[in-house]
């Protein structure tokens, strides 16, 4: 019975970078947490290590290609049943293939399209619902400084976070009246697995582990506050 009273936040694309960061401040805030990756086994090592450490907590994992809309809405439903209610929702699987417009692979813009909007839309829709028949709820949208920023070789990427930001503007404005909150986060360059193989060195990015303190910190206001918009930038700002 104890499990079943705490919150649960709903975290997509939790294996790894700033999704991993996120699914980890909120279990160690006392969070139940849920998730979603495409790979199985880090999904049970993360399972494994969060269990092991809050054992008073509820984890739920499983595998989904988030761009594949009929199986995320398969996972939405099954966190929904496993949970009954989701205060918090992190869209933040994302894929990163650079290029440009009109050199990038074919098929670039839809992956990438379909992995950082259309699973955010999908999600926002589901879980978003289930906030608004409780009456509470906070939404988180992973968004980049990509989503203000027409980056050099940034391609389709560019044109998927400017969309996702126009999103959550979009949710912000239908919710605001529901005691539904929604934040776009918009970090620049993260310590993630997207820089892997990079010669630069490890300080001049942000940790994910800062994404996550202030994505906690934006959750952790009064009711009659919310923050709408997230810039962080490493501290001798953007690549060139």
């Given at each position: 019975m104890e499990k079943e009273m705490k919150p649960t936040v709903l975290v997509s694309g939790c294996t790894k970078g700033i999704g991993l960061a996120i699914a980890q401040k909120f279990a160690q805030e006392g969070f139940n947490v849920a998730g979603c990756a495409r790979n199985q086994s880090d999904l049970e090592l993360l399972f494994t290590q969060l269990s092991t450490q809050y054992p008073k907590q509820h984890f739920f994992m499983e595998a989904c290609d988030v761009s594949n809309t009929e199986l995320l809405k398969i996972f939405a439903k099954d966190v929904l049943r496993e949970f009954g209610t989701?205060?918090?929702?992190?869209?933040?699987?994302?894929?990163?293939?650079?290029?440009?417009?009109?050199?990038?692979?074919?098929?670039?813009?839809?992956?990438?399209?379909?992995?950082?909007?259309?699973?955010?839309?999908?999600?926002?829709?589901?879980?978003?619902?289930?906030?608004?028949?409780?009456?509470?709820?906070?939404?988180?949208?992973?968004?980049?400084?990509?989503?203000?920023?027409?980056?050099?070789?940034?391609?389709?990427?560019?044109?998927?976070?400017?969309?996702?930001?126009?999103?959550?503007?979009?949710?912000?404005?239908?919710?605001r009246e529901k005691n539904i909150k929604v934040t776009a986060v918009l970090p620049g360059a993260t310590l993630t697995d997207s820089w892997k193989g990079s010669d630069l060195p490890s300080e001049r990015f942000i940790p994910a582990e800062d994404i996550a303190k202030l994505v906690w910190n934006a959750y952790d206001l009064s009711p009659s506050t919310v923050v709408e918009e997230l810039l962080i930038r490493p501290q001798l700002g953007d690549f060139k």
């Open positions: 989701v205060q918090v929702l992190v869209n933040n699987a994302g894929v990163f293939m650079p290029g440009t417009i009109l050199q990038e692979e074919e098929g670039a813009f839809e992956k990438q399209f379909l992995t950082n909007v259309s699973s955010a839309y999908h999600l926002s829709r589901i879980i978003g619902t289930n906030m608004v028949s409780n009456l509470v709820g906070h939404i988180f949208n992973i968004c980049s400084t990509a989503s203000i920023t027409a980056y050099t070789n940034g391609g389709s990427y560019c044109i998927s976070k400017y969309a996702m930001l126009g999103m959550n503007q979009v949710l912000r404005e239908e919710l």
